[in-house]
């Protein structure tokens, strides 16, 4: 099931247009309420990111255009537990244990977020910036624009049941 939500992120960023800056929302409802998944992504170059949520559980996205990982590349670097950091402006980073994988053709991390974490996103107001750590060092660094990600961020929470306590 996860490479079905990893494809429907790479739907929705391609939909957005690789150098596009504004944050988009899809909801994807299902008829029998298992696979209800909202999404909410933007794109800076030829990188990904946003949140997922399904069933409840949310999660960072991260699509990169490396394309040096095979099979076996994949499950070293998650032995090494990699993390996936976050800064929000100018607020502390977010260190996540991420775990790498192929969407389609090219590595892509998911990590799962805390609803603090998604709502400090939402009213983000200059940046996001993200990084993948391997081993301690930092790869793929990539800010991305917050224009239109109070909306989308708020439609994910929204669609997820994840409102104020």
Known sequence: MRAFGTTLVLTTLTLVGPASAQWVYQGNESAFGSDTMHVALTGSGDYGFGF?????????????????FDADAYKLANITQPKLRIRIDDRPVVDLEAELNDGSGKASALAPVEKELLLSA????????VVLELLGDNYHEQSFNVRGSTKAIGSVIAGCGLGPD
């Open 52 to 68: 997922r949520c399904k069933a409840g559980e949310i999660e960072a996205v991260y699509l990169t255009p490396d394309r040096s």
């Open 122 to 129: 939402k009213d983000a107001r200059k940046r996001i910036a």
